[in-house]
Each structure stands twice: as structure tokens, then as C-alpha cells.
């Protein structure tokens, strides 16, 4: 398969085939996203595409799920993507979903008949990161978008019948604006209701922007009891059914659930941690 650097998809998809059709993220301008820093957004071209497809429909037979890296190829036209799916269709018959990241931006470029079709096509999930549910926020860390226009893209995805997983990230608002971003964050989640929610916990790269103010003291991330304060925040003020996962390797408390249904429970077990009953990962075990 032909891969251009480091290869990014949500923890869901470590079964899937992994096929890249764009290099990078059409916006890659997030403070604290170190993910593409060393990729020029770049969209492959059909022959590359199709040698990958014809490798994976001998090789990858016993493989049902297709994700199309990189950061964003939803951004891609709506013909290129057609045409993609029409060959993985043809190709590999035994694939049963195919996913991709999509930013609210490659959301909107889409019609919702564009977004239905692909769905017949076969687009199952698609993975959008929220970040934070406030406007401030939003806008220091250049995520281009707003609580709103992310509702909005939420509602897209939705009406095209097409599962939303949405990312946020505990800690982006330091210690002093915690709280406030935990809350404005589940209340634009309960909005958006998505299918499923994944809680991140930040960590710092030298190579963003956020990575130097952190150096220069200017950043200061919230040690683990404060994130998991703004954990039990957030799952306080998401009033949505959604399955909930806090399992990520950047997090303190591996955590998954149904909400609301076990929201007593997720939160039963932040308070224990806070206690100190049940022990946390260590931060040197933490990853990306
Ligand atoms: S967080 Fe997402 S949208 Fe922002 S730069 Fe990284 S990949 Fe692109």
C-alpha cells in the first residue's frame, strides 16, 4: 500500500484497511494538532488509489472495514469520492462499512443528496472532532469552526442517516477555563447528538503551536485530578444517548459506557479515582 508518513485513524479502526487517498488535513492550522505538521495537504491520484484498492482486494480478504485516511478526505470531491467507493464496491464485495474523518468544513461541501449517495455507496461513519463546545476555545485554538457550525454539521450527518463519532479534548482550556469548556462542551454535544463520543485527554507536542507557548510558560495543562474533574463535568452535562468512551491511550481513567444509561456508574468511577481508590495511568504510559 502507498503511505505518505505517519498514519492517523480513531482507535475503532485498527481492523480496518487503511487506504489513503488524501496526504494530511485540508485546514492543519489547530493549535494543538501535531498529527500532520510535516504533510503539505495533497489529494492522491486516481492511479495510486486504484493500485491500493486492487493490493487490498487480494490481500486484505478477510478484512470488512475500509477507512480512508488522511485527516479529512471527506474534503475530497464529491466525483473523486464516488468514484473511490464505487471501486472498493467492485472490488472488495466483502466490505462491509467505510469510514473517514470529516471536518465541518468537508461536511458542508457536501449536499445532503451527496451525503446519501455515498451512504448507499457505503459510508457508514464518519469521525468529526469537536474539541470544545466553546466559541473561545474554538478560536484559540484555530479550530476554524464554531459550537454552531458544528451543530450544523452534526445535523448533516445525521439526516444523512450516517454515524457520528465526535472527538473532544479534555484540558484545552487550561485549569482556569475548565469547567466552562467541560460544560459548554456537553451541551453542545447533547445537541449534535452523535452516535458515539470520544474524550480525549491532551498532551502537549513540541511541534504546535500550543507545544511552544507551553514552553515559553505561557500554556499551563491541567495535572490528572484537574482532567478528571473536567471529565465528570463534561458527562454531567451530556444529555444525549451515546455510547461514551474515555479509553483513549492519552487518557488518565479508561472509562466506556452507554449514556445515559450508565452515567451514574462512569461517574461513580471518576469519583473513586478522585479518592484514590482506583489507581490512574501512569503519565508515562499515556500516548497519542
Ligand atoms: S485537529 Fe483535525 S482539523 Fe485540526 S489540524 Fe488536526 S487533523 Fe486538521
Given at each position: ?72 478526505a ?29 471536518s ?89 447528538m ?24 505561557e ?28 479509553n ?18 462512569i ?22
Amino acid at each position: 500500500m502507498d503511505y505518505v508518513g505517519q498514519i492517523i485513524r480513531p482507535p475503532s479502526e485498527a481492523n480496518s484497511i487503511i487506504l489513503q487517498v488524501t496526504v494530511g488535513c485540508s485546514h492543519n492550522k489547530c493549535t494543538f494538532c501535531g498529527a500532520y505538521k510535516e504533510k503539505r495537504f495533497s489529494i492522491k491520484d486516481d492511479a495510486t488509489v486504484d493500485a491500493d484498492i486492487q493490493f487490498a482486494s487480494q490481500y486484505c480478504r478477510k478484512q470488512h472495514k475500509v477507512f480512508l485516511a488522511d485527516g479529512d478526505a471527506l474534503i475530497l470531491p464529491f466525483p473523486r469520492l464516488i468514484r473511490i467507493f464505487k471501486r472498493i464496491k467492485q472490488d472488495m464485495p466483502w466490505v462491509r462499512r467505510v469510514s473517514l474523518y470529516g471536518s465541518a468544513r468537508s461536511i458542508r461541501s457536501k449536499t445532503s443528496e451527496q451525503l446519501s449517495v455515498l451512504k448507499e455507496l457505503g459510508l457508514d461513519r464518519v469521525y468529526l472532532g469537536l474539541e470544545s463546545g466553546s466559541d473561545t476555545i474554538l478560536s484559540k485554538v484555530n479550530k476554524g469552526e464554531t459550537a454552531q457550525s458544528m451543530i450544523q454539521a452534526a445535523q448533516h450527518i445525521k439526516q444523512a442517516g450516517l454515524f457520528l463519532s465526535v472527538t473532544v479534548l479534555l484540558g484545552l482550556a487550561e485549569v482556569a477555563g475548565s469547567e466552562n469548556h467541560a460544560i459548554e462542551t456537553g451541551k453542545v454535544l447533547s445537541k449534535m447528538m452523535p452516535n458515539q463520543i470520544a474524550a480525549l485527554t491532551l498532551m502537549v507536542l513540541e511541534n504546535t503551536e500550543l507545544g511552544k507557548a507551553y514552553s515559553r510558560g505561557e500554556f499551563q495543562i491541567p495535572h490528572a485530578y484537574e482532567m478528571l474533574s473536567e471529565l465528570k463535568v463534561l458527562v454531567e452535562h451530556i444529555d444525549t444517548s451515546a455510547q461514551f468512551h474515555a479509553n483513549h491511550a492519552s487518557n488518565y481513567l479508561p472509562i466506556m459506557g452507554r449514556l445515559p444509561r450508565d452515567k451514574e456508574k462512569i461517574l461513580a468511577l471518576i469519583h473513586e479515582a478522585q479518592s484514590g481508590a482506583r489507581q490512574l495511568v501512569p503519565e508515562g504510559l499515556r500516548r497519542l
